[in-house]
């Protein structure tokens, strides 16, 4: 990746930076426990200093990310048809490249806040009563500072980490994972289905060096057919997951605005919904969820295969009537 369009510069500052505060917090730790005897404060330097220790790893790893910066620019866009073997390879090689940039999630703060109880409690009463738990290895002191110099390390680890993964940088836009599962998942099943050939259509942005992926649509055309006759797979998500296609012929036979029923021995009755769109003939295919159920309503891959093939079949029908 070239430095025209990510800047590392804040990010390498921060880092260096965080270095150092992490070693200053060590080196003030390891000196009072060196330099006292007492009690409290040994007992509160394994388990009460990494509170705010591992609250400052946070907000470092978060200013590492931020400091991240992208540089805006135009991206020149070349789209290309990938089959979904070369897809697996698109995706592994995009993470690859720009998962640092692209993955966040809040639960990297949650994982946090579970390690960092275990590394406070396991190495804090540890070094804490360790002379009264095993015999010391070379002296009782430097042991117990080797134990609170790995203790500190960790907590400070632990949250930088979490506090790095949980952000995204500015441009995210352009470094975001296009890849929705659920689309790909049912649109790997349409492969199966006689006359179609599905894949993904991946559009790729281009700048200097740089080569990211700006979207990834998948979708299906027939075969012996032009590609002006596509099907699109879309999945919507309120509750679960609701797969449909829709289905257009560009220059098709004119269809009127309206709604079928199939019955194609499927667990819901299938929809196919008519329209046009000037000269573009539009078929959404669908099935019928019931509002109320006493279960998650789930389509199962072979029942999507049917309305497939069901659709397959009126576009094919209508793009034979178009006399093209």
């Known amino acids: 990746m070239t430095e025209e369009v990510i800047d590392y510069g804040?990010?390498?500052?921060?880092?260096?930076?965080?270095?150092?505060?992490?070693?200053?917090?060590i080196a003030i730790a390891v000196y009072f426990r060196m330099t006292t005897d007492n009690f409290w404060t040994i007992f509160s330097l394994y388990l009460f200093v990494p509170v705010p220790l591992?609250?400052?790893s946070l907000a470092l790893g978060v200013l590492?990310?931020?400091?991240?910066?992208?540089?805006?620019?135009?991206?020149?866009?070349q789209k290309r048809w990938e089959t979904?073997?070369?897809?697996?390879?698109?995706e592994e090689e995009y993470k690859d490249a720009y998962g640092h940039l692209t993955e966040s999630s809040d639960s990297y703060c949650s994982v946090c806040c579970c390690v960092f109880p275990v590394i406070t409690l396991l190495f804090g009463l540890f070094g804490v009563f360790y002379t009264a738990l095993i015999y010391p290895l070379f002296d009782s002191l430097y042991d117990t500072v080797f134990i609170l110099i790995i203790q500190y390390i960790l907590t400070a680890l632990a949250g930088f980490i979490s506090g790095f993964k949980s952000v995204q940088i500015d441009g995210e836009e352009f470094f975001k994972d296009p890849f929705s599962s659920d689309e790909v998942e049912y649109a790997y099943a349409l492969s199966t289905v006689p006359g179609?050939?599905?894949?993904?259509?991946?559009?790729?942005?281009i700048r200097g060096d740089t080569k990211t992926v700006l979207s990834a649509e998948a979708k299906a055309h027939l075969t012996d057919v032009p590609e002006t006759v596509t099907v699109k797979v879309q999945v919507s998500h309120s509750g679960f997951a609701y797969p449909y296609l829709v289905g257009t012929v560009y220059k098709g036979s004119p269809v009127s605005e309206d709604e079928f029923s199939y019955d194609i021995d499927t667990r819901y009755p299938a929809i196919i919904e008519t329209q046009m769109d000037d000269n573009v003939a539009v078929f959404v295919a669908r099935f019928k969820i019931p509002k109320k159920s006493r279960s998650v309503p789930n389509v199962s891959k072979d029942d999507f295969k049917k309305l497939a093939a069901l659709l397959e079949r009126l576009l094919r029908e209508n793009y034979e009537n178009s006399g093209q």
């Open 84 to 90: 979904f073997q070369n897809l697996l390879k698109i």
């Open 64 to 77: 590492s990310k931020r400091g991240i910066d992208y540089n805006k620019g135009e991206w020149k866009s």
């Open 196 to 205: 179609l050939r599905a894949g993904v259509e991946v559009e790729y942005g």
């Open 10 to 25: 804040r990010h390498k500052i921060v880092n260096r930076l965080s270095i150092i505060i992490f070693g200053v917090v």
């Open 54 to 56: 591992v609250l400052l």
